[in-house]
């Protein structure tokens, strides 16, 4: 009888542990996912664990995607936060010409005068594509002006159905010959 290597047999021992040792890892973590060590073969090497190819079933949360931003039908709001007279009507006239939608006439802000111009988005299910309509209106229009989340209670003066709502504040006027 001839010589077994022990170093041979070694490594096949270590191989098939680790694979075994893989397979009960990766079940006892895995949500849904399945992973089950290939059996040894002959020549007495194994060969590690392969992947089930069926999804978890329950996701974690969900990416989160930026809707691509939309003019058409958008409905504005323009409110003049600036001493300069009829600056809220040329604003709301450029972008209507563009595609918004005027939600009410162009007013006034409630407290004069704003430094600087803020576009505002409404909340609730549309939210994600609001943001999307207001981050784009503030850097076509009002040079990356700050964008934020209208508060209700904020505005007095904007009708339920704006989408979008632009105060427009010193620095615009400043910056247009106003």
């Known amino acids: 009888m001839g010589r077994v290597n022990l170093g041979t047999a070694r490594i096949v021992i270590i191989v ?3 694979a075994g040792g893989i397979a009960i890892l990766a079940n006892g973590f895995a949500s849904g996912t399945v992973v089950t060590p290939a059996g040894s073969g002959g020549g007495g090497t194994a060969s590690a664990g392969s992947e089930s190819p069926s999804p978890p079933s329950s996701p974690s949360t969900p990416p989160k995607e930026t809707p691509s931003p939309e003019v058409d039908g958008v409905q504005i709001a323009v409110l003049n936060g600036t001493n300069e007279v009829g600056l809220a009507g040329q604003v709301q006239q450029l972008m209507v010409n563009d595609g918004y939608l ?3 006439d162009a007013s006034d802000a409630d407290a004069k005068p704003v430094p600087k111009t803020v ?14 309509d207001a981050r784009y209106v503030a850097d076509k229009y009002f040079n990356g002006a700050r964008v934020g989340l209208l508060d209700p209670g904020q505005i007095s003066n904007v009708t339920d159905s704006a989408q979008v709502v632009i105060i427009i504040g010193v620095d615009y006027a400043g910056a247009n010959g106003g």
Request: aromatic share 10%; net charge positive; charged share 10%.
């Open 102 to 104: 005027p939600a009410q």
């Open 119 to 132: 576009v505002y988005f409404r909340g609730g299910s549309g939210a994600a594509q609001n943001r999307s």
């Open 16 to 18: 098939a542990l680790a």
